[in-house]
């Protein structure tokens, strides 16, 4: 015992600290998905007051200011603002990817009569294997660094 606390009191600082060092890991993350949810209120859906954006998603405005400074977001708010807004969650939540969220081929598909679908879904299908037979053959090809390979019309 060089530092003259008991092994215990160590122990518990420690956890101390960690807990420390979550709650604030946690509270930077919450106060960048309040900046995500400002921005996608601004900047893309062009929303000034935050009114009309808690009008939007039936909430009162004093929520929407919480959020934007990170407090009190709950998963189900996030669920709404994303399904209202057609944004991605992902980007909502992490900030990975696209934050406008790409719109579903199978919505696509329902604007097209019930006699256009299997044709259609015949065409994806070859469009996928044929993508996945060029997507191998790049794996198996060698690699040839720094040298222009030559066709065998070149030689």
Known sequence: ?????????????????????????NSQSDIELG??????????LGIDRQADFAARLGVTRGAVGNWEVGKGVKRANLERIAETFTISIAWLTTGAGSPVAKPSIDARL??????????????????????LRSLEARKTQPRLKGKNPKSQEDQ
């Open 110 to 131: 329902e604007l097209l009569p019930p006699e256009e679908y299997d044709p259609l879904y015949e065409h994806f299908q070859a469009m996928i294997d044929n993508r």
């Open 1 to 25: 015992m060089a530092s003259g606390k008991p092994l215990g009191k160590r122990r518990a600082d420690a956890s101390a600290a960690t807990k420390t060092e979550r709650r604030e890991a």
């Open 35 to 44: 900046k995500r949810i400002c921005h996608l209120r601004t900047e893309i």
